[in-house]
């Protein structure tokens, strides 16, 4: 990789290495090694202000907060691959996220309680044997439902890794059953975004159930518990875990924009700009979309496995259809098409919305109306995406493209597609 | 002992017909009635019940009222009611007789049974009573409480009876207890048989008991009990509830439970070993079953069924399922009763579900028609759409707080609703969705901030409770047209909106000039503009049209469902799955979208009832199936309408 690359290729490379050996070149190198520098510094700043290492000077809510906004950000870098560069208006993504918790949840809460099980169990005369072991687990944690028994899907519940690989399995599996019907069938554009909605409520209808065997609307809970390190203070897990936040975003940034930045992305953008034609130039467009549907489902899965430890409770109504709008909404706010957009909206908008919803913003007093902006604050969203919407369709990327001097690509009164605030600069130029 | 003293009542009625005055029968049982205990009292009422006299009535009405009383000074009974003096007094004869201090007088007050007893021969005065309310209120009680005590009375009460309705009541309340009471088997099926084609729910009260079953376990083949089937341990019922069984009748010992044999092990613990077994080794089952069984070897702790003992005992045992009834012949009959019955409960089930269907699809076609105009017809996604519907709702309710009385606030609400959300309709046409006609996802994008923001305000300005928006009382109630087909008038209402906004919509787009217009604009802009049709003012009128019928469908939808900012989220998905699944830009697809949608998600329901959750699931699921099959909706456009 050559990190010294310009914006445009030289046009001798650019002809000599058309085959495979041409070495791939990193998209927009200063905006990854920028973007990778600044997680470096943040990682580095919060470790030196957290309780756990440093002076302190931080709550160990507030590192909790910071670790939850980065694996926003990383499901904001999925949204961005499968909207910004595919052209697909997924509202289901969150729906992945949620269910990468709730698969983590389960061992989280099953060896808890198992620890807390044995524990009351081994104060008595006799040892405990497996069977009320596994009997007071179940009381334990189906009690609020009314219910006693294992539900089947608990099944691998008991052991990391097997619940590890669900992590992975289900969103995937899941996203690939659903890509799969929904692009052999040629749905597409808002169409595909009103089928995934509703698949987002289907799931979330079928969580809220008592008998649907995660503890319906009471969801999973104490999951900042970690299991067989009980002694371990909230503050070093907090730091811990938002390490592992950090690190899994520089991971993904890297990959995703070295993903994006070869043929493979330029065949992703061609995809949102024209399928058809990418069709007959004989890609098989649903195999790649179908490929980047089911990653990035995995990589939604991934971070709520990150975030739902460090938020400590998930229920059915985190993966309800408003939470992956929220994320459609981060990603346009932040910038369409351009990674580092994905990052900045996502952490942008919700920690706003959290200091707006906090109760911490202070009122605003109109006279005869006192703007109170715990109220206000969803209206000034909702509205505010108006705006970006209408009058600055690349968000604050946008901002960035002013500062670097680049134009919005002039095709001479030709239209600039369908998906106007996601293109670059570079690829109106010829 | 009761039916003793209906053979006494029954004789003296039917011998001597007149026997004496109440005031004589009175005298000759004084003793009975100031002390009376449950046995003494059978003549006492057999002699009442046939006097004739009318004052019997009142008589036993009082004494079960403990409203008699004695006179202390010389033992005659009176009537007593309250007064400023102590005791109004009525004697026997019906007479005013002045009233009494209440130290005068001592109240009788018969026991709970006697009471009992009073009450069930009051039935027959009352059933017999000039009063035909009263009579028509002692059938009712009868029938809510039948007993078999009652039979008796009410075959003597049919023949006296003038009223034809209420001797038709009579004759059917005499044959339902009948079934179930009568002595004579052949009496009770002829009276199960009598019902034909009947399908009366009280009729199935009846006939349920006769077969209520209760299972048996004995150790012989269960000669002289009335079997419904033959129990196999293992199929028909758990190896648990086997020996559940047998623990309630006695026939085995309790089961030992792991609880208690873990309390017995522990109770044991000499030198860190149980039974010879060492503690620390008692991690599982077997070990523990060994440990007891060695403990009970030695006597140290009670017998008690271990898994062994269980499965011998549940094999030395049939088991059956047995009627409570002991005629074969007339549980025979009441199957085959209710099973007649139960065929034809389920076709009007079947029917009761259609129209169940028919009106759920009524409210998801009422929620979907704006947006078969502005999405199915324009092609515009408008995520607002359900606030629109909200907005409708509330419209509704804040002109019922102005508007005394239901429907005249509704005839105002309806227009009003209409042109609030027809002017909400174009305002984010023309600000918003006009800049993006060309990117369809963007106007998803932003008309769903116009959804989060608008729900935002409703919250604000109405709380996050329901707000009640009544309907008129001409709206309440139901039309039942039998115990199992009934459907709601408000439903009725609505699917009458429904088919209202149908023809409506048919006429607009077919026959009038903006009809015209609209979809000369939708098929080709640039064409219908050169012929001097304004887009933009048609797209805006289009867009107005489809939000104001929102608007109205809130309205609606609002006289049934919970009014909250909420309101419309719920319908959102439903109707572009409703205009998607029929096929976009067709009015009539939009209707057999919602017909589909509504019909299975009845049945879906039907088949997993209380759970309307699963059935929203799987509904969903079967919708993202569906487009599969057929991409393009029910009901596809074709040629160049089709677009694209």
């Given at each position: 990789m050559t990190h010294s690359s310009p914006r445009f290729p030289a046009p001798s490379q650019a002809k000599t290495s058309q085959h495979i050996l041409r070495p791939r070149k990193m998209a927009r190198i200063p905006a990854t090694v920028g973007m990778l520098a600044a997680l470096a510094i943040l990682t580095l700043a919060v470790t030196l202000l957290s309780p756990a290492f440093g002076m302190g000077e931080m709550s160990t809510s507030f590192v909790k907060t910071l670790g939850k906004t980065l694996c926003l950000c990383l499901a904001a870098l999925a949204m961005d691959i499968v909207w910004g560069y595919t052209g697909i208006l997924s509202l289901g993504h969150m729906a992945f996220f949620a269910i990468g918790g709730y698969m983590i949840g389960q061992w989280l809460m099953y060896?808890?309680?198992?620890?807390?099980?044995?524990?009351?169990?081994?104060?008595?005369?006799?040892?405990?044997?497996?069977?009320?072991?596994?009997?007071?687990?179940?009381?334990?944690?189906?009690?609020?439902?009314?219910?006693?028994?294992?539900?089947?899907?608990?099944?691998?519940?008991?052991?990391?890794?097997?619940?590890?690989?669900?992590?992975?399995?289900?969103?995937?599996?899941?996203?690939?059953i659903f890509g799969w019907l929904a692009f052999r069938s040629r749905v597409t554009g808002v169409y595909l975004s009103i089928l995934t909605q509703a698949m987002t409520l289907a799931l979330s209808l079928y969580l809220f159930q008592n008998d649907s065997g995660l503890r319906g609307n009471n969801g999973l809970s104490g999951l900042q518990n970690l299991p067989a390190l009980g002694d371990v203070s909230q503050d070093l897990v907090s730091i811990w875990f938002f390490w592992a936040s950090a690190l899994a975003?520089?991971?993904?940034?890297?990959?995703?924009?070295?993903?994006?930045?070869?043929?493979?992305?330029?065949?992703?953008?061609?995809?949102?700009?024209?399928?058809?034609?990418?069709?007959?130039?004989?890609?098989?467009?649903?195999?790649?979309?179908?490929?980047?549907?089911?990653?990035?489902?995995?990589?939604?899965?991934?971070?709520?496995?990150?975030?739902y430890p460090q938020a400590g409770i998930i229920n059915p109504a985190e993966l309800a259809p408003i939470a992956s709008i929220y994320l459609a909404v981060w990603v346009a706010i932040g910038g369409r098409g351009r990674l580092y957009g994905a990052v900045i909206g996502a952490a942008f908008v919700s920690l706003l919305s959290s200091w707006f919803t906090g109760g911490r913003a202070p009122s605003v007093n109109l006279g005869v109306y006192t703007i109170d902006w715990v109220d206000w604050w969803q209206v000034l969203l909702g509205l505010s995406f108006v705006a970006v919407t209408l009058l600055a369709p690349k968000g604050i990327g946008g901002l960035f493209d002013r500062l670097t001097g680049q134009r919005p690509p002039n095709r001479k009164g030709a239209p600039l597609g369908p998906n106007e605030g996601a293109l670059q600069e570079q690829e109106a130029v010829e | 002992?009761?039916?003793?003293?209906?053979?006494?009542?029954?004789?003296?009625?039917?011998?001597?017909?007149?026997?004496?005055?109440?005031?004589?029968?009175?005298?000759?049982?004084?003793?009975?009635?100031?002390?009376?205990?449950?046995?003494?009292?059978?003549?006492?009422?057999?002699?009442?019940?046939?006097?004739?006299?009318?004052?019997?009535?009142?008589?036993?009405?009082?004494?079960?009222?403990?409203?008699?009383?004695?006179?202390?000074?010389?033992?005659?009974?009176?009537?007593?009611?309250?007064?400023?003096?102590?005791?109004?007094?009525?004697?026997?004869?019906?007479?005013?007789?002045?009233?009494?201090?209440?130290?005068?007088?001592?109240?009788?007050?018969p026991n709970a049974g006697v009471r009992g007893l009073i009450a069930s021969a009051l039935v027959q005065f009352t059933l017999s009573d000039p009063d035909p309310v009263r009579r028509a209120d002692a059938l009712t009680s009868i029938a809510q409480d039948p007993k078999a005590e009652s039979l008796a009375p009410l075959r003597a009460a049919i023949d006296s009876e003038t009223d034809p309705a209420l001797k038709a009541q009579k004759q059917r309340?005499?044959?339902?207890?009948?079934?179930?009471?009568?002595?004579?088997?052949?009496?009770?099926?002829?009276?199960?048989?009598?019902?034909?084609?009947?399908?009366?729910?009280?009729?199935?009260?009846?006939?349920?008991?006769?077969?209520?079953?209760?299972?048996?376990?004995?150790?012989?083949?269960?000669?002289?009990?009335?079997?419904?089937?033959?129990?196999?341990p293992g199929r028909d019922l758990t190896a648990v509830e086997a020996y559940d069984l047998l623990v309630t009748t006695g026939a085995a010992p309790a089961r030992l439970t792991h609880d208690d044999q873990k309390k017995a092990l522990a109770a044991q613990i000499t030198d860190g070993k149980v039974g010879g077994i060492a503690v620390a080794d008692l991690t599982d089952q077997a070990a523990r079953d060994r440990a007891y069984t060695a403990l009970e070897a030695a006597g140290a702790v009670p017998t008690a069924a271990t898994d062994d003992e269980v499965t011998a005992a549940i094999a030395a045992h049939h088991f059956y399922e047995a009627y409570a009834e002991p005629d074969a012949s007339v549980t025979a009959a009441a199957q085959a009763a209710l099973a007649k019955i139960s065929r034809v409960v389920g076709a009007m089930q079947v029917a009761d579900l259609t129209l169940d269907g028919l009106s759920l699809a009524a409210i998801y076609f009422l929620a979907a028609i704006g947006l078969a105009i502005t999405f199915g017809v324009m092609g515009v996604i408008n995520m607002a759409h359900g606030e629109f519907i909200t907005m409708g709702a509330y419209t509704g309710y804040v002109v019922q707080q102005i508007v005394p009385g239901y429907t005249a606030s509704l005839i105002v609400a309806f227009p009003l609703a209409f042109a609030l959300t027809f002017g909400a309709g174009v305002a984010l046409e023309r600000l918003v969705i006009r800049h993006l006609y060309k990117r369809p996802l963007e106007t998803l994008l932003a008309?769903?901030?116009?959804?989060?923001?608008?729900?935002?305000?409703?919250?604000?300005?109405?709380?996050?409770?329901?707000?009640?928006?009544?309907?008129?009382?001409?709206?309440?109630?139901?039309?039942?047209?039998?115990?199992?087909?009934?459907?709601?008038?408000?439903?009725?209402?609505?699917?009458?909106?429904?088919?209202?906004?149908?023809?409506?919509?048919l006429y607009l787009m077919n026959r009038t000039r903006l009809g015209l217009e609209v979809r000369a604009v939708t098929q080709n802009p640039a064409m219908a503009a050169s012929m001097g049709i304004n887009p933009d003012r048609i797209n805006m009128l289009t867009f107005g049209l489809g939000s104001g019928i929102a608007g109205i469908a809130g309205v609606a939808i609002g006289l049934f469902a919970k009014v909250t900012s909420e309101l419309g989220t719920d319908y959102i998905v439903q109707s572009f799955m409703t205009v998607v699944v029929g096929g976009v830009g067709n009015i009539w697809g939009a209707l057999a979208g919602a017909t589909m949608i509504g019909g299975f998600q009845k049945a879906i329901e039907w088949l997993n009832p209380s759970n309307t959750l699963a059935a929203q699931t799987y509904m969903i699921l079967f919708i993202i199936l569906f487009i599969q099959f057929r991409p393009r909706g029910i009901i596809?456009?074709?040629g160049r309408a089709a677009g694209d």
């Open positions: 060896a808890r309680t198992q620890e807390i099980v044995v524990q009351a169990l081994a104060s008595g005369p006799i040892p405990a044997t497996a069977d009320e072991v596994a009997q007071g687990v179940a009381t334990q944690i189906f009690g609020v439902v009314g219910g006693s028994d294992m539900p089947m899907i608990w099944g691998f519940a008991h052991s990391l890794p097997l619940q590890l690989v669900l992590v992975v399995a289900v969103p995937g599996i899941l996203a690939l975003l520089g991971l993904v940034y890297l990959g995703l924009s070295w993903g994006i930045s070869g043929k493979f992305g330029s065949v992703l953008r061609a995809i949102r700009d024209d399928e058809a034609r990418v069709r007959f130039l004989g890609y098989p467009v649903e195999v790649y979309k179908l490929f980047v549907f089911t990653l990035t489902a995995v990589i939604c899965g991934l971070a709520g496995v990150l975030y | 002992m009761r039916s003793l003293i209906l053979a006494v009542l029954l004789a003296c009625f039917g011998l001597h017909a007149q026997c004496d005055t109440v005031a004589q029968i009175a005298t000759a049982h004084a003793a009975d009635i100031a002390k009376p205990s449950r046995q003494s009292i059978g003549p006492v009422i057999a002699d009442l019940a046939a006097s004739g006299d009318p004052m019997a009535a009142k008589l036993l009405e009082a004494w079960g009222n403990k409203a008699l009383g004695q006179r202390k000074a010389d033992k005659a009974f009176f009537l007593l009611a309250p007064d400023p003096a102590g005791y109004a007094l009525t004697d026997l004869t019906g007479a005013s007789a002045g009233t009494a201090a209440k130290s005068d007088i001592s109240e009788l007050k309340l005499e044959r339902l207890l009948t079934l179930r009471f009568d002595t004579d088997p052949a009496a009770r099926i002829a009276a199960i048989d009598s019902f034909g084609s009947d399908l009366g729910l009280d009729l199935r009260a009846a006939l349920n008991p006769l077969l209520a079953t209760s299972r048996i376990a004995t150790q012989d083949d269960g000669a002289g009990l009335n079997i419904a089937r033959v129990l196999h008309t769903f901030g116009i959804s989060i923001a608008l729900q935002q305000l409703f919250k604000n300005i109405f709380g996050t409770q329901a707000r009640p928006l009544t309907s008129p009382p001409w709206l309440d109630g139901a039309l039942t047209l039998n115990d199992v087909v009934s459907i709601s008038y408000i439903r009725i209402a609505i699917f009458g909106l429904a088919l209202l906004f149908l023809g409506f919509f596809a456009l074709k």
